[in-house]
């Protein structure tokens, strides 16, 4: 079995800070663990916002990215690594401004559902590291992986660190030790996603199974019986107080 790909994205400006620390302790770690890495600085790239395509046409939204900037080298290695780690530094607590930009250009691969029936990013892993010298790192860590997930990616658990403070975060030792978790876990995810069978996580044609197994009127039926019953109940217990009132 081919060793697994894991890129590294720094999100971060500075390529001394701790931002970029915490990245390279998961990425070592990684290494460790049989994992190939390369590390991508983001502010190295191009990459302006998205024009929103999509929403003029649905199709146009597709690898790769119609805007001709920087993005593209990116995205293609993204494309090509099996997991994924970002670690940003918190900005208003939220990511960089450039990651969002290149958070945007991704949708060219969740789009892609709607044009070969899957995403080109489903069932790769990713891992979150934030660094920030005030509040917001778990914020920017939640909206990263609703976004992620939802292109996707499968989050394995304890697949997040954060830090925050000014101190040089390699003397934070629980930092330290969740990021390189990180590391080893994205890669142990990734191997076990290798031996399995399944086909695809979300199908677009789901419903089809939904209409012939007549789930949404079971539903229904269940939901309209429990209703009934607790709905009696509510009732009578605000008549009941309101008696009482008057």
């Given at each position: 079995?081919?060793?697994?790909?894991?890129?590294?994205?720094?999100?971060?400006?500075?390529?001394?800070?701790?931002?970029?620390?915490?990245?390279?302790?998961?990425?070592?770690t990684?290494?460790?663990?049989?994992?190939?890495?390369?590390?991508?600085?983001?502010?190295?790239?191009?990459?302006k916002?998205?024009?929103?395509?999509?929403?003029?046409?649905?199709?146009?939204?597709?690898?790769?990215?119609?805007?001709?900037?920087?993005?593209?080298?990116?995205?293609?290695?993204?494309?090509?690594?099996?997991?994924?780690?970002i670690?940003?530094?918190?900005?208003?607590?939220?990511p960089?401004?450039?990651?969002?930009?290149?958070?945007?250009?991704?949708?060219?691969?969740?789009?892609?559902i709607?044009?070969?029936g899957?995403?080109?990013?489903?069932?790769?892993?990713?891992?979150?590291?934030?660094?920030?010298?005030?509040?917001?790192?778990?914020?920017?860590?939640?909206?990263?992986?609703?976004?992620?997930?939802?292109?996707?990616?499968?989050?394995?658990?304890?697949?997040l660190?954060?830090?925050?403070?000014l101190?040089?975060?390699?003397?934070?030792?629980?930092?330290v030790?969740?990021?390189?978790?990180?590391?080893?876990?994205?890669?142990?995810?990734?191997?076990?996603?290798?031996?399995?069978?399944?086909?695809?996580?979300?199908?677009p044609?789901?419903?089809?199974?939904?209409?012939?197994?007549?789930?949404?009127?079971?539903?229904?039926?269940?939901?309209?019986?429990?209703?009934?019953?607790?709905?009696?109940?509510?009732?009578?217990?605000?008549?009941?107080?309101?008696?009482k009132?008057?």
């Open positions: 079995m081919n060793a697994p790909k894991v890129l590294g994205i720094n999100a971060s400006p500075r390529k001394y800070g701790n931002t970029f620390k915490l990245l390279k302790v998961a990425l070592n990684a290494e460790l663990y049989g994992a190939s890495t390369e590390v991508i600085h983001l502010y190295d790239y191009e990459i916002p998205c024009e929103g395509c999509l929403s003029d046409e649905q199709l146009a939204c597709r690898p790769p990215c119609l805007e001709n900037d920087g993005s593209w080298p990116v995205l293609k290695k993204i494309l090509d690594a099996d997991a994924l780690i670690s940003t530094p918190v900005y208003w607590y939220g960089s401004g450039h990651l969002k930009n290149l958070l945007d250009k991704m949708t060219v691969f969740e789009n892609m709607f044009i070969d899957k995403s080109w990013v489903e069932g790769k892993v990713a891992g979150i590291i934030a660094v920030g010298a005030e509040a917001g790192a778990v914020m920017t860590i939640s909206y990263l992986m609703s976004v992620l997930n939802s292109m996707g990616y499968l989050i394995p658990p304890w697949a660190a954060y830090y925050q403070g101190d040089d975060v390699l003397k934070s030792r629980e930092a030790m969740d990021s390189a978790n990180i590391g080893r876990i994205v890669v142990e995810t990734v191997n076990i996603l290798k031996n399995n069978t399944i086909s695809k996580w979300y199908d044609q789901i419903m089809k199974v939904l209409e012939v197994n007549n789930v949404l009127e079971k539903v229904r039926k269940e939901v309209e019986e429990l209703k009934k019953n607790q709905l009696e109940e509510r009732e009578r217990k605000i008549r009941d107080m309101l008696r009132r008057i």
